[in-house]
């Protein structure tokens, strides 16, 4: 079966410094993979999403950027957090291609910025 | 573009009552919809999905019904108890991007 991991599970940093959130997947080949951030009390916003290796999309403009350097890899990075980059961040997966949609999300990292 | 929408909450009920979640899409073509399941300090967990028109989801006694005429997917559960305390988030795929939209979430919170 498959599985997600994320760490850490809490982040309290800075703000002016860097940020480096993994996610990883197991039990599957060549996921797509998805970065979502959720602002206290509101919906989910999607950042990134990658259908392979060195392939991102990037949905918002912000001070944050994503790489996938493995195929089970995904890492969401800043180089200056900002006091709005706080929130919950969410990695998840869904099969290959475009017919299988279901997604499947990792616990989350929760970031706070001071 | 596609957007979906929930009621606002926070909901609040007694140990077994009715509980109903309103959720309304907007979309070109037929999306799949999806409810996900957020417990307090964790990430989602997908709840139930349909992927056509008159398709009913269900799962842990919660269902719901894709309804292409009202464009609504609303989610039930006849008899809710404490234990489903979380936030209920309408979800749409259309293909497009590969990503869900997602609504803004309800919050239920269920009382002895």
């Known amino acids: 079966s498959q599985t997600i991991h994320q760490w850490p599970a809490t982040l309290v940093q800075p703000v002016g410094s860097p940020l480096s959130l993994e996610c990883t997947v197991e039990g599957t080949s060549n996921p797509n993979l998805y970065w979502y951030r959720q602002a206290a009390g509101r919906g989910l916003q999607l950042l990134f999403y990658?259908?392979?290796?060195?392939?991102i999309s990037s949905e918002v403009p912000q001070n944050l950027s994503a790489s996938r350097p493995q195929d089970r890899q995904f890492i969401l990075s800043s180089k200056k957090l900002l006091l709005s980059d706080s929130g919950f961040y969410l990695c998840?997966?869904?099969?290959?291609?475009?017919?299988?949609?279901?997604?499947?999300f990792g616990p989350g990292t929760r970031l706070t910025v001071l | 573009g596609d957007s979906v929408t929930q009621m606002e909450g926070p909901v609040t009920l007694s140990e077994e009552a009715f509980l109903t979640i309103n959720c309304t899409y907007t979309?070109?073509?037929?999306?799949?919809l999806f409810w996900y399941v957020q417990y307090p300090g964790e990430g989602l967990q997908l709840l139930l999905k349909a992927t056509k028109a008159d398709d009913k989801g269900s799962n842990k006694g919660f269902e719901a019904t894709y309804r292409k005429e009202t464009t609504s997917f609303h989610l039930e559960k006849g008899s809710v108890q404490v234990s489903d305390s979380a936030v209920y988030f309408c979800?749409?795929?259309?293909?497009?991007?590969?990503?869900?939209?997602f609504g803004t979430g309800t919050q239920l919170k269920v009382e002895l």
């Open positions: 990658s259908v392979g290796i060195g392939q």
């Open positions: 979309a070109t073509g037929y999306p799949s």
């Open positions: 979800a749409s795929f259309t293909g497009g991007g590969n990503k869900l939209t």
């Open positions: 998840a997966w869904s099969a290959p291609g475009t017919r299988r949609v279901t997604q499947y």
